[in-house]
């Protein structure tokens, strides 16, 4: 039975203790199985001032936070292991992460929002000095200079990928590489010849390097792409860009089926 002590921000949250109580929204959920892992769900929870926490369950209590958990709904969670947040693809800031167990109580709770608690960062910051390239980012552009798809073996398997470039409203722009079902979700705009203006958002990107240039990409399934969003962030992005006298943007057109040899990263490398 849920226990009535007050719940704290999820920047409060140390390892010194268990019997941790959190209100939160789960932002994004997804599933990862590692050679030294197995099979585990992975979230990013919210808490009301926007403060966010990784956390995650092995598969023996997979199914039940599936259930109890819901996209988008507020819950109280308590009793929980927290612990050091390492690793290349930390999608929170925060030093340390949540994980459920058995004793693990889920709530429901009467809270309502829809505030996606985005964190878009600043073309002129990303990659330098104060950022952490092992934190996954949240970032929304103009996409242009759009390629085709291309098919590249990865570990003997044929994976899609596209690039393209992200700018910001003052012009800025920073390459993308996206790989798998995120490269498939460009598929109809590049054979769609009538598109004019295509807004991205990426949550969750990882910030990478190629031939010394810096690139963003999906960390593996961590990442979110959202085309043409309609969230308040979004819909302000997209006036502000109606504003400015930018170049236009160039759409790529059909796929390039070229074959690759690519080898890819394991998840805490």
């Not at 693990?104 to 009467?110: D, N, P």
């Not at 722009?173 to 004019?196: H, M, S, T």
Request: proline share 3%.
């Amino acid at each position: 039975m849920a226990n009535n002590q007050a719940s704290v921000m999820v920047n409060k949250v140390k390892p010194h203790k268990d019997s941790w109580k959190v209100h939160v929204k789960l932002l994004h959920s997804w599933t990862q199985n590692t050679t030294y892992g197995g099979e585990t769900l992975e979230c990013v929870l919210a808490d009301q001032t926007g403060g966010k926490i990784h956390a995650s369950c092995k598969r023996t209590q997979m199914f039940r936070l599936q259930r109890s958990l819901s996209l988008g709904e507020w819950r109280f969670i308590e009793n929980f292991k927290v612990s050091a947040s390492g690793g290349k693809y930390r999608p929170t800031p925060l030093p340390y992460k949540i994980t459920f167990t058995s004793d693990t109580l889920i709530g429901k709770s009467v809270f309502e929002d829809d505030d996606p608690y985005l964190n878009l960062v600043s073309y002129e910051d990303i990659g330098g000095q104060g950022s952490d390239a092992n934190v996954l980012i949240d970032i929304i552009g103009e996409v242009f200079n759009l390629g085709g798809i291309q098919i590249v073996q990865v570990h003997g398997k044929d994976r899609k990928r596209v690039h393209f470039h992200l700018r910001d409203t003052n012009g800025h722009d920073v390459r993308c590489c996206l790989w798998g079902k995120y490269a498939e979700q460009f598929e109809p705009f590049i054979e769609d010849d009538n598109v004019e203006t295509l807004i991205c958002l990426i949550r969750f990107a990882k910030i990478s390097f190629y031939q010394g240039d810096i690139q963003i990409t999906n960390a593996f399934d961590a990442s979110l792409v959202i085309l043409n969003p309609t969230m308040k962030e979004a819909i302000e992005f997209r006036e502000k860009l109606l504003q400015v006298n930018l170049p236009l943007a160039i759409m790529g057109t059909k796929s390039d089926n070229q074959v690759i040899k690519r080898q890819k990263t394991d998840w805490d490398d």
